[in-house]
């Protein structure tokens, strides 16, 4: 490009730095989407057809249009351009895209724009620490990439990122990836808190769906070579009749092809280019997952695969979940590092408000007074900071930022604790966003339009609408990306920035609402659905369990468990027949109960029996 900066609308476009800027303000783009608008700017008043910029983005990778469509997505939530009438970003219907705002260039000598002294409450992004969370957090983030730097030269690496909730674990693991280019291909998988046993696999399975979402059938050929077991799991790459097939041929699946099948994939995949995989909240794992863990750390083969796993200590603790054992033994045998991640200091927190906002007048005491509060929790201390902004206790003035009250005031002001101080946030927002997010929080950490839709019974697009508006500001939602269902329909799903979010905004609605929302999730999804309903069966047994229609839920956890019969996962299809026995006593007798409950006792004697055979 000629100008590595330009100017378009508010806007400048940095090539160098790979950021866009509206005034002072970086607005966050994924490598991907920085890649396509730059394309689209290279050729202004051009008609860039798709394929154009499917070869020219992704040279390396086959993907569909769905991926494209989701980078341009991205690019009109971040500019804020209307498609029915856009300022920047311009569509010929089923053609391509037109950048068609006029630019200006930029003197690269000297930035044109730097944050004034008393700009917008944003931290200042032109520093390595400007993440609201990363400050005091250098050393981790260095240490991260000294061990990518080990898995660059041909070694396995197993980190286990821990502490507490809210201290930042995931926007340190974020800001990570978000450093190390798009030339290191990047799984994510999360963990999630199930009523009764999760999902075997679950966390790696979603990884490798998004992969395949993004890359097409260069994933899907690696499966089909190294981790054929695994091909059928993955949602949308086989048909109901290849799937069948797969599995009359694959009868005698055993848990170690399973381990040894997706560990050769992976394997596989690092011979073209480096992996990080990053499982989240492994507090909330799966017992097959840790499995997977613990064997890629064993592994004697060479591969440039760095594996990257959240959790929180106490709650592993607390509930005795296996994944201490695990670390443990790995600790033993010095394969895997921990870096546990610690409260912030008092200066972390003095630092934070400097640039924050920039020469403020605040009292020397209302550091002390924050980090007190706040106990150098990020989370809580982020929102208590927002709080202040909101409710006027820190203003911009002409001299500068100051606190408009006494600080006796502001300490009698702010909420005792995280949850209380996500409540004032959700008071202040619009009743219809609040109730589109009480139904986001029924469907999960990941929630997509329609689902939520179908729970409040509510217009999608005005689901969407709301969504992409709270996601924008960073406002309890992640931005979304894009996932084709079964019945063709594309639908942008985003993702809770915080478990505890989640939990709060479930809590606050009735039981009897509640129940009606999870009836009307599960009843859309059997729709979306339809013969592929055994995919998404565990996450269907929970939504009918809380809605109280246990005849239902019973036969999603017989199909759960049967699922993860077929994955070799003996533990989660004990634990999953277990809980749909337990269901079944609420139900009245009759011979098709009889049947479920032979089914499901069945399922146990296999599992206990290929469990016992595995260990011998």
């Not at 950490?445 to 217009?459: F, N, R, Y």
Request: hydrophobic share 40%; net charge negative.
């Amino acid at each position: 490009m000629e100008n590595s900066q330009l100017i378009f609308g508010p806007f400048r476009f940095d090539d160098i730095n790979q950021c866009l800027w509206r005034d002072s303000q970086a607005i966050p783009l994924r490598p991907k989407a920085f890649a396509v608008l730059r394309y689209l700017i290279e050729h202004r008043g051009t008609l860039v057809t798709k394929q154009q910029l499917l070869n020219d983005v992704w040279p390396e990778a086959f993907v569909g249009e769905a991926v494209l469509k989701d980078c341009i997505r991205q690019l009109r939530q971040a500019l804020n351009d209307d498609s029915k009438s856009p300022k920047f970003i311009e569509t010929s219907h089923r053609r391509g895209y037109r950048f068609i705002a006029p630019l200006a260039a930029v003197s690269t000598t000297k930035r044109s724009e730097e944050p004034s002294a008393t700009g917008p409450y944003t931290p200042s992004p032109n520093t390595p620490s400007a993440s609201n969370t990363l400050l005091g957090r250098e050393l981790a983030l260095t240490q991260l990439h000294n061990w990518l730097g080990d898995t660059l030269r041909g070694s396995t690496r197993v980190i286990f990122v821990t502490g507490e909730s809210g201290i930042g674990k995931t926007t340190l693991v974020e800001a990570f990836l978000e450093q190390i280019g798009s030339d290191i291909s990047v799984l994510r998988g999360q963990c999630l808190e199930q009523y009764g046993s999760s999902e075997a696999y679950l966390p790696v399975l979603e990884a490798f769906s998004r992969l395949v979402h993004e890359r097409g059938t260069q994933i899907a050929g690696i499966l089909h070579k190294f981790a054929p077991t695994w091909l059928r799991e993955i949602p949308g790459l086989t048909s109901a009749n290849e799937s069948q097939q797969m599995q009359d041929d694959l009868l005698q699946v055993t848990r170690d092809r399973m381990l040894r099948e997706i560990a050769e994939a992976l394997e596989a995949m690092t011979m073209a280019t480096p992996v990080v995989l990053f499982l989240e909240d492994l507090h909330w794992s799966d017992y097959s997952t840790l499995d997977l863990v613990s064997y890629l750390a064993r592994r004697k083969q060479n591969a440039r695969l760095l594996l990257i796993g959240t959790y929180r200590p106490v709650d592993v603790i607390v509930s005795e979940h296996p994944l201490r054992g695990v670390k443990q033994e790995l600790q033993i045998h010095k394969l895997c590092h921990e870096l546990p991640l610690e409260y912030l200091t008092e200066n972390s927190v003095h630092d934070f408000l400097q640039l924050s906002f920039p020469g403020n007048q605040f009292p020397s005491a209302l550091t002390a007074m924050i980090h007190q509060r706040t106990e150098g929790n990020p989370l809580f201390l982020i929102n208590v900071v927002e709080y202040l902004v909101e409710k006027k206790i820190i203003v911009d003035e002409d001299d500068g930022w100051k606190l408009a009250v006494d600080l006796s005031e502001v300490e009698l002001g702010v909420p005792e604790n995280i949850r209380q101080m996500i409540d004032k946030h959700i008071e202040r927002l619009t009743p219809a966003e609040q109730r589109v997010l009480e139904g986001a929080s029924v469907v999960g950490m990941d929630c997509s339009a329609i689902a939520i839709s179908a729970g409040l019974a509510e217009d999608v697009v005005h689901v969407e609408e709301i969504c992409d508006g709270l996601a924008r500001k960073h406002h309890f939602l992640w931005p979304a990306y894009l996932a084709e269902l079964p019945d063709g329909s594309i639908t942008p799903r985003y993702r809770f920035i915080h478990a505890l979010y989640l939990d709060v905004l479930y809590k606050r609605i009735g039981a009897t609402r509640r129940r009606q929302i999870h009836g009307r999730i599960g009843e859309r999804g059997e729709s979306i659905y339809g013969e592929r309903v055994a995919e998404i069966a565990a996450e269907l047994a929970r939504h009918f369990q809380e809605s109280n229609d246990f005849e239902r839920a019973v036969k999603y956890m017989s199909m759960a468990a049967e699922n993860a019969t077929r994955r070799s996962a003996n533990h989660e299809a004990v634990a999953l027949s277990r809980q749909g026995l337990e269901v079944l006593k609420t139900l009245p007798a009759s011979p098709e109960h009889d049947s479920q409950h032979q089914k499901l006792q069945t399922i146990i004697a296999k599992s206990k029996s290929a469990s016992a055979s595995s260990e011998i």
